[in-house]
């Protein structure tokens, strides 16, 4: 689930919330205190190149980000609101498209992989192609 993070373009750089849910939207796993001996871009040239992004962006660019977050929260929050509704198939006039919940997971992947086209990054293995790598 996302966490609370308000949406202000002009908050200056991006808080630790925010840097939390663009790695888990672009499906980065989680990065723990940065600040001890172990670095995981030591191993993962992508991840280190997300977090020197994610801390030199500019004003412009945090808009934009900021506005992403801001999407994919509410995305994210309807396909939970639609995978409630799985166990009735129709009430009254209403009836449930039966591929809501999976039309609303496209467009939250969409949206997910978009945000890491702009950071130029590539999605993690949490939003991967599906596709097993093996790294050296």
């Known amino acids: ?3 609370t993070t308000t949406i202000d373009s002009s908050s200056g750089p991006l808080t630790d919330s925010e ?3 663009i790695r888990r939207y672009m499906g980065f ?3 723990g ?4 001996g172990f670095q995981p871009w030591l191993f993962f040239t992508s ?3 997300l977090e020197f992004r994610l801390n030199n962006l500019s004003t412009s660019e945090l808009v934009v980000i900021r506005s992403y977050i801001g999407t994919l929260q509410q995305l994210e929050s309807a396909v939970l609101t639609a995978a409630s509704n799985l166990d009735t198939a129709s009430a009254a006039v209403w009836t449930r498209n039966p591929n809501e919940v999976a039309d609303r997971q496209r467009l939250y992947a ?3 992989r978009q945000l890491c086209s702009f950071l130029g990054i590539p999605p993690g293995a949490g939003l991967g192609d599906g596709v097993s790598r ?3």
Not at 33 to 36: E, F, Q
């Open 29 to 31: 796993e989680a990065y």
């Open 110 to 112: 969409y949206q997910r």
């Open 47 to 49: 991840f280190g190149v």
């Open 134 to 136: 093996i790294l050296i």
């Open 33 to 36: 205190n940065g600040n001890i």
């Open 19 to 21: 840097k939390t849910d």
């Open 1 to 3: 689930m996302s966490s």
